[in-house]
């Protein structure tokens, strides 16, 4: 099992930064993937950045360029680096971690929200 714990939600300006956090415990190091996903009121998840076990990463169109993924191994987190936010940022953010071979799990952190303000 893993559990996800995700922090750094807040509100800002547009414009503004923020930086989340997924800090995972469990059986981490049968993770091959990690994926932020957000979704905002009335709209359906979305993917916004994943990284693998090997550190390659992917970002949704209206990620890039803005949003920076990455893993601190040592401490069992990712990051979520967000810059130059934009009010249609606003969502609540979800971290997810999954396995896709045997035995294959699929776990969700409580979600954080961000609030981004014109």
């Known amino acids: 099992q893993v559990q996800l714990v995700e922090s750094g939600g807040g509100s800002v300006q547009d414009g503004g930064s923020l930086r989340l956090s997924c800090a995972a415990s469990?059986?981490?190091?049968?993770?091959?993937?990690t994926t932020w996903y957000r979704q905002a009121p009335g709209k359906q998840r979305e993917l916004v950045a994943s990284?693998?076990?090997?550190?390659?990463?992917n970002y949704a169109d209206s990620s890039k360029g803005r949003f920076t993924i990455s893993r601190d191994s040592a401490k069992n987190t990712v990051y979520l680096q967000m810059n130059s936010l934009k009010p249609e940022d606003t969502a609540v953010y979800y971290c997810?971690?999954?396995?896709?071979?045997?035995?294959?799990?699929?776990?969700w952190g409580q979600g954080t929200q961000v609030t981004v303000s014109s």
């Open positions: 997810n971690t999954k396995r896709t071979k045997y035995p294959a799990f699929d776990y």
């Open positions: 469990g059986i981490i190091f049968m993770i091959d993937i």
């Open positions: 990284i693998t076990s090997r550190g390659s990463t």
